[in-house]
């Protein structure tokens, strides 16, 4: 078991060594601690914000300016919003109207064609009650014209058979 300790502790050691030389092979940029190059430098970036205080400021009058602007478009939106929904109520209330208009004039409308088939049923009541009057004087008249034939027929063939007979003696 020892032996695989030692083993063990060779391998951790080689790797360790191997990871350290790969680090130094490196470059890695060395740090540099230059005080008046920082200070110059600090000076220039504080130099510069009034410049960047000035563009913030006139990009947040732009963004309020445009804000207001949006604003205002918005109050337009909503007062026109405000208008559609007074003209939608309107119509709301036109259409109710015209929807009672509607079912008084269907009402009228059925009583309308109720009176039309009722004066349409009494107009062929009535003619067919004039055509039978028109069938039984045409009957009638046929039958008294009829009589008559029928009796001067009669008469004419008894005055021949008599006149026949006559003739006979």
């Not at 119509?91 to 004066?119: C, G, H, K, P």
């Not at 008559?148 to 006149?163: A, D, V």
């Amino acid at each position: 078991m020892n032996n695989r300790a030692t083993r063990n502790m060779i391998k951790l050691l080689g790797s360790a060594l191997l990871l350290l030389g790969i680090s130094f092979t490196y470059d890695i940029p060395a740090a540099k601690a230059n005080f008046f190059t920082d200070l110059y430098n600090g000076l220039q970036s504080f130099s510069e914000l009034p410049g960047e205080v000035n563009k913030l400021q006139e990009s947040y009058q732009q963004t309020a300016e445009e804000l207001q602007k949006t604003k205002d478009e918005l109050g337009t939106a909503v007062d026109e919003l405000g208008q559609t929904k007074d003209q939608l109520d309107q119509s709301l209330q036109q259409m109710a109207t015209y929807q009672a208009q509607n079912a008084a004039l269907q009402e009228q409308n059925r009583q309308l064609s109720q009176v039309v088939d009722e004066l349409k049923n009494d107009r062929t009541a009535r003619e067919n009650y004039y055509n039978r009057i028109k069938v039984t004087v045409i009957t009638g008249l046929a039958l008294i014209l009829g009589y008559f034939l029928l009796i001067r027929l009669l008469r004419f063939t008894m005055r021949h058979r008599s006149r026949r007979s006559d003739r006979l003696r």
